[in-house]
C-alpha cells in the first residue's frame, strides 16, 4: 500500500529556511519520480519541484536558485530543502508521485498523495 507523509512544515520569518520531509512506504522511493506541490487558500495546486528516477531534477520558476530537492535511499524519504522564503499566504505542501520514471508538472497527472504540511511565512 504506497502512503506518503509529510512533515516539517510551520511558520517561519521572511528569509528563512525549513527543510520538508516525504517519508514514503509501500514502494521503493528511489526507484520513481516523485515530487512537491503546494496549494494555497483559493488557489489552483502547483508543482514546486520534482526528482525523476535518474535523478534529474525540476523546480518551478518562482523558486529557482531557493530550494533544493533530494532523496535518502536509506530512510526512503524525500526533502524539500527550501531556503530565502518569500513572504507569502500559508500553504499546504504536499508530496505526490504516480509511480512513473518521469516528472509530472501538473497535480492532475499524480496518482498518489500524503495529506500535507502547512507552511506559512510571515513575521
Known amino acids: 500500500q504506497v502512503q506518503l507523509v509529510e512533515s516539517g512544515g510551520g511558520l517561519v520569518q521572511p528569509g528563512g529556511s525549513l527543510r520538508l520531509s516525504c517519508a514514503a512506504s509501500?514502494?521503493?522511493?528511489?526507484?520513481?519520480?516523485i515530487g512537491w506541490f503546494r496549494q494555497a487558500p483559493g488557489k489552483e495546486r502547483e508543482g514546486v519541484s520534482c526528482i525523476s528516477r535518474n535523478s534529474s531534477t525540476y523546480f518551478a520558476d518562482s523558486v529557482k536558485g531557493r530550494f533544493t530537492i533530494s532523496r535518502d535511499r536509506s530512510k526512503n524519504t524525500m526533502y524539500l530543502q527550501m531556503n530565502s522564503l518569500k513572504p507569502a499566504a500559508p500553504a499546504v505542501y504536499y508530496c505526490?508521485?504516480?509511480?512513473?520514471?518521469?516528472?509530472?508538472?501538473?497535480?492532475?497527472?499524480?496518482?498518489?498523495w500524503g495529506k500535507g504540511t502547512l507552511v506559512t511565512v510571515s513575521s
Open positions: 505526490a508521485t504516480e509511480l512513473g520514471s518521469r516528472c509530472h508538472r501538473h497535480y492532475y497527472d499524480m496518482d498518489y
Open positions: 509501500g514502494f521503493t522511493l528511489n526507484s520513481y519520480a
